[in-house]
């Protein structure tokens, strides 16, 4: 697959950052040539995106059908995506491995997921429940959600234009580029330079939690999980803005124990979508700390040869800190949601 186009969007920049926004210097990117064509940044004007695209949503009721993140509407939507994305597998050790107690473990390896995380469920959710403009699909995020979307885009043949901030990963954005999506590369604001080019263009905007496709397509993680694993008690699920927690707790439905997992030193706000979920079907949230992350990161890499970003090994930094303690042979889930991290270096052999 090819590139994409990597630049600043001066006049996005020019019209956002008259409100104060900061902006970035023109020409030059902070974090140097993460992107195939980062020494070659250009300060472009608007332009028409390409037309032709093909319109991959429906137009014939469907989605009205999926406005509720009801199990019914899960399993509809895992239907729509299942060509696309993968399974995940499931290993299930014991907790003796991690020097815990004996107790049936099952780790769901999200991070085997097309684009390196579970997202790229929701974002292909997105694109074949909604209907599509010829402008294509637009996202604001440095993160994981702008290379699930810009991997979705590609897999479909929709045009994408993905927003992110100068501080994003350039590992990430690399990423972004290595799927053909449009990167535009702003200040803080990047999240209000998206919504100026949406209302120019008439794109699709496709929210990392806020958006019930999102929650759809998240909650299939739990449909696999319960095929995989029936007997399941808890489910240990990083929080993030709430689009996982919310469409896996949306599918067990009260039917199992989810158990919420967050950093101390960066608690998020979940998404209005989510909160209703989290009130009625999240038992509880537990905070781990950096060094508790930290050390799930070593555990997977040591007892399973799984490599996880630190939020993504949150979860077991539960169990490993003693945040949770399983009750007598409890049979316990932890999902492993994303890998993307510069965390492992080949170089070194």
């Not at 696309?84 to 050790?93: I, L």
């Not at 999102?214 to 993680?221: C, D, F, P």
């Not at 077991?316 to 316990?332: F, I, K, Q």
């Amino acid at each position: 697959m090819g590139p994409g186009r990597c630049h600043f969007q001066q006049d996005v920049l020019a019209r956002v950052g008259a409100a104060g926004g900061p902006g970035v210097e023109a020409g030059r990117l902070p974090w140097g040539a993460a992107c195939p064509q980062a020494g070659e940044a250009q300060r472009l004007a608007r332009r028409t995106p390409e037309t032709g695209a093909a319109t991959v949503g429906r137009r014939d009721g469907y989605r009205k059908g999926v406005q509720t993140s009801d199990a019914g509407a899960i399993s509809a939507t895992y239907e729509r995506i299942r060509p696309h994305v993968r399974r995940t597998p499931v290993v299930e050790p014991s907790g003796t491995d991690f020097g815990l107690a004996a107790f049936p473990l099952a780790v769901k390896l999200e991070a085997l997921q097309h684009a390196g995380s579970f997202k790229t469920r929701g974002a292909f959710a997105n694109l074949l429940l909604r209907v599509v403009p010829s402008a294509g699909v637009v996202a604001a995020s440095g993160g994981n959600h702008g290379a699930a979307v810009a991997y979705a885009a590609h897999r479909l043949g929709v045009p994408a234009r993905i927003f992110v901030p100068t501080v994003s990963s350039p590992s990430k954005i690399a990423r972004v580029c290595s799927y053909g999506a449009e990167l535009v590369v702003v200040g803080d604001r990047y999240a209000d330079a998206s919504e100026v080019w949406l209302a120019e263009s008439g794109a699709l905007p496709v929210h990392a939690y806020e958006q019930i496709e999102t929650l759809l397509g998240q909650g299939s993680v739990g449909l696999e999980l319960s095929d995989q694993v029936p007997s399941l008690e808890t489910l240990l699920v990083a929080v993030g803005g709430g689009g996982l927690i919310g469409g896996v707790a949306a599918w067990y439905a009260g039917g199992i124990r989810v158990v919420g997992v967050e950093p101390e030193g960066a608690p998020t706000r979940v998404g209005a979508l989510m909160f209703p979920i989290a009130q009625r079907f999240v038992e509880r949230v537990l905070l781990v700390d950096d060094d508790a992350i930290r050390a799930a990161q070593h555990a997977l890499w040591d007892v399973l040869r799984v490599v996880a970003e630190p939020g993504a090994a949150a979860p077991l930094a539960a169990l490993l800190s003693g945040r949770y303690v399983p009750a007598h042979n409890e049979r316990v889930g932890v999902l492993i949601s994303g890998a993307n991290t510069v965390a492992v270096d080949f170089s070194r052999g």
